[in-house]
């Protein structure tokens, strides 16, 4: 409801932002199409409407919007994935519960503010543009990303890591 009050839109469009973050709730990670989430937001050919709407929300600390690397970071450039920024976030707002966003949100809500998150071709993020992780449950291969240099796999339900096999639950001390 605040958010009008900060950033140049209606007040009509809270409704807007709120299908957004419902949109965003329902994806498993969210790689979003635009057309798409345009067309179930009912703003047709609004593009920069819908691009100032991600921007807004990801400066509000709703969202955590990343893209690749050779993207750069202007905000009318299409981002690889959106995430709610938090698991708290993710929880209250989602009515579905998806294990793997929910390991990725955390990730990204744990590195987001100290690091540079970019997506990579291969795994799931890169981290300061130099190291390559993939999310996942306890059985998570080096399989997509065994033949990238300082690559890591982060993996929940695992108490102690081995090699390049990090425990999920330790990046909860960056925090």
């Given at each position: 409801m605040d958010i009008p009050s900060i950033f140049p839109i209606e007040y009509d469009s809270i409704n807007n932002l709120k299908k957004l973050v419902?949109?965003?709730?329902?994806?498993?990670?969210?790689?979003?199409?635009?057309?798409?989430?345009?067309?179930?937001m009912n703003m047709q050919d609004n593009y920069k409407g819908l691009y100032r709407f991600l921007?807004?929300?990801n400066r509000a600390k709703v969202f955590n919007i990343i893209r690749?690397?050779?993207?750069?970071?202007?905000?009318?450039?299409?981002?690889?994935?959106?995430?709610?920024?938090?698991?708290n976030l993710h929880s209250a707002?989602?009515?579905?519960?998806?294990?793997?966003?929910?390991?990725?949100?955390?990730?990204?809500?744990?590195?987001?503010v100290a690091h540079n998150l970019t997506i990579p071709k291969k795994g799931d993020f890169t981290v300061d543009d130099k190291y390559t992780f993939e999310i996942g449950g306890k059985n998570k291969t080096f399989k997509q990303i065994k033949d990238i240099p300082d690559s890591f796999v982060v993996a929940d339900d695992i108490e102690i890591g081995s090699g390049n096999k990090i425990p999920l639950w330790l990046f909860g001390f960056l925090y």
């Amino acid at each position: 409801m605040d958010i009008p009050s900060i950033f140049p839109i209606e007040y009509d469009s809270i409704n807007n932002l709120k299908k957004l973050v419902r949109l965003i709730c329902a994806s498993h990670p969210y790689t979003p199409n635009l057309k798409e989430l345009l067309a179930k937001m009912n703003m047709q050919d609004n593009y920069k409407g819908l691009y100032r709407f991600l921007e807004y929300l990801n400066r509000a600390k709703v969202f955590n919007i990343i893209r690749a690397k050779t993207k750069g970071d202007n905000i009318f450039t299409k981002p690889d994935k959106i995430y709610l920024n938090n698991t708290n976030l993710h929880s209250a707002y989602c009515d579905t519960h998806n294990i793997g966003t929910s390991r990725e949100v955390f990730f990204t809500s744990m590195l987001k503010v100290a690091h540079n998150l970019t997506i990579p071709k291969k795994g799931d993020f890169t981290v300061d543009d130099k190291y390559t992780f993939e999310i996942g449950g306890k059985n998570k291969t080096f399989k997509q990303i065994k033949d990238i240099p300082d690559s890591f796999v982060v993996a929940d339900d695992i108490e102690i890591g081995s090699g390049n096999k990090i425990p999920l639950w330790l990046f909860g001390f960056l925090y």
